[in-house]
C-alpha cells in the first residue's frame, strides 16, 4: 500500500531566510580561528598557508585535546572516542574546517556533524547497507578505473583526501583503516596509470572522464598535469573533471600553492585549445562553510577558466532544510560556483543517524525548483544502489514511504535491472518502524513490494 507523504516543515541548523526579499551574502572576513585556543596567535599569512595546514591538521583525539584546550571538556572527548570506535572513516580535519564548527554549540553544529562523529549519535546500521553501495567496485575496468555508465568513466588515482567525512560513500577504501574496518588505501602511483589511459583510448564511446578519489587536492602539480594532458590528448575525451573538496575546506591551497594551480591552468589553456572542457567539481553542504577565503580561492581559479561546480550530500541536521539549500546554492552561484547536484545520502555503513528520506529529498527538490535559476538549480538524485547511477528523485518506479522502500530503473546504465533504496529506520512513520522490527511480516511487505515493482517496471519497458 503506497500512501501520500506528509511532510513535516524543517529548518536546518544552517539555516538562513529564504523567502521573499534579496538575500545579502555574507563572507566570513574575520580571523574566526583565532577562537581555537591553539591558534589564538596565529596570523592571517600564517593561516593562509596551505601548508601550515596541512601540518597543522587535526587527526587525532591527542590532537583535538591539545588544539582545543578548555574548550576540550572530558565529556566531548569521550563522545568522539566512543565515536570513533564505530565509525569506518578516520579523523581528519583541516584547521580551516576545524574552525568553523561553533564549538559552543558543537554538538547540533552542522560542520562538526559531518567530520567528527559523536559515539552517542550512532544509530544501528540499516540490515541492508553495502559496503559498496554504488556498485563501483564491480564496474571496474581497470585497478583505477570504474566504468558503468556508456559514455563516462571514474578515475581514482588516488584514495587519501586533506579531511575525511563521515558520510563518505567511499568509505571501504577512503583514509586508512579504523577500529571498525580494515582498508587498502593507496596513493597516487603514476607509474600504474598506463593502463587506464589505454583503457580510454580504447573505448571511443567515453567522452567524460571524473578524476576522483580519495581527493584530486592531494595529486602533485606533475600529476595534475600528466593526468590532464593525457587524457586532453585522447581525441575522443571531450570533457575532463578534477573532484576535490580543497575549496570547501583548504581553500588556500589555491591561493598559495602557485605550483599545483599552474598546473591547472595548464591543463585549462590545453582543454582552451581543443575546445574541450575541464571543470573542477568541489563539495560544500552548508554555506557555514563559505567565506572570503573561498572568494580569494575562486578568484584566483577564476583566472584559469576552469568551471567549478558543486555537489551536495543531503545530510540530516546539516543541510536538509529548504533555507539552507537555497540560501547555499545562492551564495554559491555568487561565487561562480555552479550549484550541480544533492545527493540523497548513500547506504553506506555508520552513517544511519546521517542519512534521511526519499520523501524528504522529494519535498526539498519540489521547493527548490523555480527558486534559483534553472541553471543553478541543483538537481536533487539518488545515486541508486547496486551500480544504477544518478536518478532523478522523483524518478522512482515505485515508493512505499511507510516501510521507506523505493524501486528504481536505469534503462541506460542497467537496462531491465532494479534497484532498491532504503530510507532510515528511524525516520520512518512509527507503524513502519513498527514492520520493520517484525521479521516476518517485513518479509512479506517486502516481497509484495519488489513484485508490484516488477510488474510495474515490466509494464513501462514496452
Ligand atoms: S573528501 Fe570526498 S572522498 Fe574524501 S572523505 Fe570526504 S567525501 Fe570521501
Redesign the pocket.
Known sequence: MIKEAIIPQSKSPCAQPGGGGPLTYEFDRSDFWRSIPAWRDIDPETFGDFRWQQRNSITSIQGIQKTLKELATPSLIADIEAGLLKTP?NLRLTPYIFSRIQWGNMENDPVRRQFLPLGSQFVPDHPHVMDDSLAEDSNKATPYLTHRYPDKALFLPITL?P???S????SRV??GSTAVKSKSTYGAKSTEWDATFDYIRNHPELEDIVIS???ALLLRPNQIRHIGTTLLEIPTVRRIRFAT?GVAIMPMKFTSDKEWVEALDEVCQIGQKRMKEVALHT?FNTDREITEWTSRAMKSLSATGVRVRNQSVLISGVNDGFDCLHYTGKKLSSQLIQPYYVYLHDMVPGCEHLRTTVQKAEHLSRRLQGSIAGFNTPRVVCDAPGGGGKREISSYTLYDYEIGVSAWTSPTAKPGEIFYYYDPIHRLPQDGQALWANKAEISRRLANFKSEAEAKAEATRH
Open positions: 572513516m583526501c579531511v575525511y567525512c558520510f563518505c560513500t567511499r577512503v583514509g578519489g580519495g581527493d573538496k563539495h
